[in-house]
């Protein structure tokens, strides 16, 4: 487990199990939450070293939950991992501070690459 604390976040049970089994099995220590409601409360009780984050929830939108983080004052890492694969919905992530955005479908592999990029480049600042 000290390849990082990620916490993953997506509604859809299936994707973020096994999103989470296979970070899990590559070393990660992973939480997951459904809802954007249970992502901000966990996302301020742990320190986590990375978020996977849809941008599509119940309650309220990936975005929203990393303006609010923002805001607070919490800069972990974001993934955003979603369908929205609109030119305009990736440049907003981004631009709202995500550190990667990634489309679905997606390879697990690929997801792994950039989460350890992703902690390579903000460890060595943190």
């Known amino acids: 487990m000290d390849q990082g604390e990620l916490l993953v976040v997506d509604d859809e049970p299936f994707l973020r199990d096994a999103v989470a089994a296979s970070l899990r099995f590559l070393g990660f220590g992973v939480a997951t939450a459904e809802t954007g409601a249970e992502a901000l409360r966990q996302a301020r009780e742990r320190p986590f070293d990375l978020v996977v984050l849809d941008v ?14 923002r805001r607070d004052g919490y800069h972990l890492p974001v993934i955003f991992l979603t369908a929205r694969d609109t030119q305009a919905d990736k440049v907003t992530g981004l ?22 990029t992703v902690l390579r480049r903000t460890r060595q600042i943190g």
């Open 56 to 69: 599509m929830l119940p309650d309220t939108d990936g975005f929203e939950i990393v303006r609010r983080l």
């Open 95 to 116: 631009t709202l501070g995500g550190d990667d955005y990634m489309t679905k479908p997606f390879g697990l592999e690929e997801l792994a690459a950039r989460i350890r």
